[in-house]
């Protein structure tokens, strides 16, 4: 009896010491997210490369730039007459300061004119690659290359479906 009496006090030493309290720190922290301001994109103006001519033994490209200007290359001329030519014009909205990436279209675009067709291709934009929402805006305009056939039929040639450009913030 003693020794289980012993052993009892033994045992009983032993769970006290091991639940000694023991030095603590705690810490907190907060936590906190910022829900900013969606991205968006609106279109403001379609593209529109204007009046073209094409000679009927060599084709060409207009490559009507961001800022609206237009070039030929080949058999292509642009007459006196430069009808309406406008780069595409969109207007970018978000957070004041953030940075978005743009994508455009990398596949030709047809356009079409009853059974006739072009390609509008090599599309590029002001600003490239990158814009910054300077104020929570920017204005982002996008020109493109049109690939013209030799004898190329006379027409008004339309695309049947929008391209698209997309941003998103970096």
Same mark, same amino acid.
């Given at each position: ?33 910022t829900i900013v301001t969606p991205i968006s994109i609106t279109k403001d ?8 001519? $094409? ?16 070039? #030929? ?21 978000? #957070? ?7 994508t455009l279209p990398t596949t030709p675009l047809t356009i079409t004119s ?5 390609? $509008? ?17 920017? $204005?982002?305009?996008?020109?493109? #290359? ?18 698209? $450009? ?5």
């Open positions: 009896m003693k020794r289980t009496r012993l052993l009892f006090v033994a045992s009983f030493a032993l769970v006290c010491a091991a639940t000694t309290a023991r030095a603590q720190e705690t810490a907190s922290a907060t936590v906190t997210a103006v379609d593209m529109n490369f204007g009046n073209v001519a $094409v000679r009927s033994s060599a084709g060409g490209t207009v490559v009507l730039t961001p800022a609206g200007t237009r070039t #030929t290359t080949g058999g292509v001329t642009l007459p006196t007459t430069a009808g309406t030519v406008t780069a595409a014009s969109f207007t970018v909205n978000g #957070t004041s300061g953030y940075t978005y990436v743009i009853g059974a006739n067709t072009m390609t $509008v291709t090599a599309f590029t934009s002001d600003p490239s690659g990158t814009g910054t929402l300077t104020g929570g805006t920017q $204005v982002l305009n996008v020109g493109a #290359t049109l690939n013209v056939s030799a004898a190329q039929p006379a027409g008004q040639y339309v695309s049947g479906t929008p391209f698209n $450009v997309t941003v998103n913030y970096n």
